[in-house]
């Protein structure tokens, strides 16, 4: 079972980048306990670009803690934290070859489901101070994904609105906390967010579905 390792948040803020300023919400950092998901984000979350990130179909960004191994041998750095590559969620497993779009997950009280693949920009490479990331995610298959918050079930004033709901992250001794499936990735038909990496043994980059 998949387990979310932390939950990440940061307002957007203006950096300067390559002699100019540029408004960025990439700056994100692990959070303890609970905290509210709504429509559009979580609640201490923003995007500093609303013309390319957020948005209900891009409310919460997923990265994997296995993309950060993979990325710390690659760049051969070992100061990458959690949140650094602008994810809310940083979770030990569902890889982005192995989830599919349609997927849902309940993190806590919160349902959310994959909408779609990281879109990734510039801005990732100013917070890892690393130009080449936005096409290096998209070159080596790893760019992480979007989930929508969906609509809650059960009784009271809530149901059948997409939130308020607290997802449950990390305690600070935590257990992870589990991302129950409830439904099958691998099922047949299935479009994931990015094919397999094994599917450019070259290193071309795919095209998206």
């Not at 998949?2 to 100019?20: C, I, M, Q, Y």
């Amino acid at each position: 079972m998949a387990t979310l390792l932390s939950v990440n948040v940061g307002w957007p803020k203006d950096v300067r980048w390559r002699d100019r300023t540029v408004r960025t919400g990439a700056w994100k950092h692990p959070v303890d306990g609970p905290r509210m998901v709504r429509r559009l984000n979580i609640d201490g979350d923003g995007q500093g670009d609303l013309q390319g990130h957020g948005g209900e179909q891009r409310a919460v960004l997923v990265h994997q803690t296995q993309s950060y191994a993979y990325w710390r041998k690659v760049l051969e750095r070992d100061d990458l934290e959690f949140g650094e590559f602008g994810e809310n969620f940083t979770v030990d497993g569902l890889t982005d070859d192995e989830v599919c779009i349609g997927d849902r997950y309940r993190i806590g009280e919160a349902e959310f489901e994959i909408t779609q693949p990281r879109v990734t920009c510039y801005r990732v490479g100013m917070r890892l101070n690393e130009p080449r990331m936005a096409s290096l995610l998209v070159a080596h298959h790893r760019p992480g994904f979007y989930l929508r918050v969906t609509p809650r079930t059960g009784s009271g004033p809530e149901t059948g609105s997409p939130g308020p709901a607290p997802a449950e992250g990390p305690s600070p001794s935590p257990t992870p906390t589990p991302c129950s499936t409830f439904r099958t990735p691998t099922r047949p038909n299935c479009v994931p967010p990015w094919p397999s990496r094994r599917s450019a043994p070259d290193g071309s980059s795919p095209s998206r579905r």
